[in-house]
C-alpha cells in the first residue's frame, strides 16, 4: 500500500504560479510512475503531467506543455508539480496519482486505469 498526500494548492491570480507537491508514505516511491491529473467542476478527471519511475523521463497535456513541470525526489518521496502562468483554465482539484512499475520502464503513463493509488487532492483556484 502507498498513501499518497498533496499539498501546495491555493487560491493564485492569472499568471501567478503554484508548486504542489506529494508525499508518499508505505513502500519505496521509486518502484511507481507517478502523475498528475486534474478534475475542474462539471468534467471528466484529466491527465496533466506524468514522471516515470526514475525521473528520466516526463510528459504533458497540451493544456499544460511548456507551462508546467513535473519532478520526482525519490529520497524523499515526493513528487512535485510546478506551475506557472497559470490561467483561469487550470482552476480544477489536483491529484496525484501512483503505478506500479514491474520493470525498469521509461514509461509514463497518462490513463488513469493504469494507476493504483490516488491521493484526496488539493483544489487550485486561478482567478482573472
Known amino acids: 500500500q502507498v498513501q499518497l498526500v498533496e499539498s501546495g494548492g491555493g487560491l493564485v491570480q492569472a499568471g501567478g504560479s503554484l508548486r504542489l507537491s506529494c508525499a508518499a508514505s508505505?513502500?519505496?516511491?521509486?518502484?511507481?510512475?507517478v502523475g498528475w491529473f486534474r478534475q475542474a467542476p462539471g468534467k471528466e478527471r484529466e491527465f496533466a503531467a506524468g514522471?516515470?519511475?526514475?525521473?528520466?523521463?516526463?510528459e504533458y497535456a497540451d493544456s499544460v506543455k511548456g507551462r508546467f513541470t513535473i519532478s520526482r525526489d525519490n529520497a524523499k518521496n515526493t513528487v512535485y508539480l510546478q506551475m506557472n502562468s497559470l490561467k483561469p483554465d487550470d482552476t480544477a482539484v489536483y491529484y496525484c496519482?501512483?503505478?506500479?512499475?514491474?520493470?525498469?520502464?521509461?514509461?509514463?503513463?497518462?490513463?488513469?486505469?493504469?494507476?493504483?493509488?490516488w491521493g484526496q487532492g488539493t483544489q487550485v483556484t486561478v482567478s482573472s
Open positions: 496519482a501512483a503505478g506500479t512499475v514491474s520493470i525498469a520502464t521509461s514509461r509514463v503513463y497518462r490513463e488513469k486505469q493504469d494507476y493504483d493509488y
Open positions: 514522471i516515470n519511475w526514475s525521473g528520466g523521463n516526463s
Open positions: 508505505g513502500r519505496t516511491y521509486s518502484n511507481y510512475a
